[in-house]
């Protein structure tokens, strides 16, 4: 099933993520964002986050008179040298819309093809997303989360990888971090 939007974060770390993103044919090694503390930052008017483990919980007031919040958790992947590769991100647009998680990866991708995470060796096909559409920079993979995968996810605080196809058609392998999902989440439900 087809999600038809993006979570407003997501996009801007991949405008602000397009010069790294293009830098280079196949994506440099990655490592999930190191653990965080729980701690709370104001971004701008209106616009909060706090992180829980490797995750973090955002959310922005709404801009229309009478808008409610929107909130995302999300994970940023990054190279070595801390420039941002790949970023997950899970919410809803409206609190009566399913859940969904959305992924933005290098453009250097083969179509084709689905995006996959897997949570440990033996989660041979994990989570799969379908790819929605290419931007400069980035291309964009999403699907529905459905409360059986936020439950398993919650319960397992370790790391996880993104597995994808790259343009000569090779898997191509992103590490993530689980750590701090439950926890993030339990934050956005409330």
Known sequence: MSVRFFFPACLLIAGLAAPALAE????P?????PEKHERTESHAAGVTSKGYGSWSLRC???HAEGAGRTCEISETIETESAKPVAKISIGRRNPSDPLSIVIILPTNVSFPSTVHIRTD????WGLELEWQRCIPGACIATAEMSRATVAHWSNIGSDGEIVFRDAAGDEVSLPMSLRGFGDAYNAFSK
Not at 121 to 124: M, S
């Open 24 to 27: 280079t044919a196949n994506p």
């Open 29 to 33: 090694a990655a490592a999930a964002k």
């Open 60 to 62: 922005e007031a709404g």
């Open 121 to 124: 060796k033996d989660d041979k």
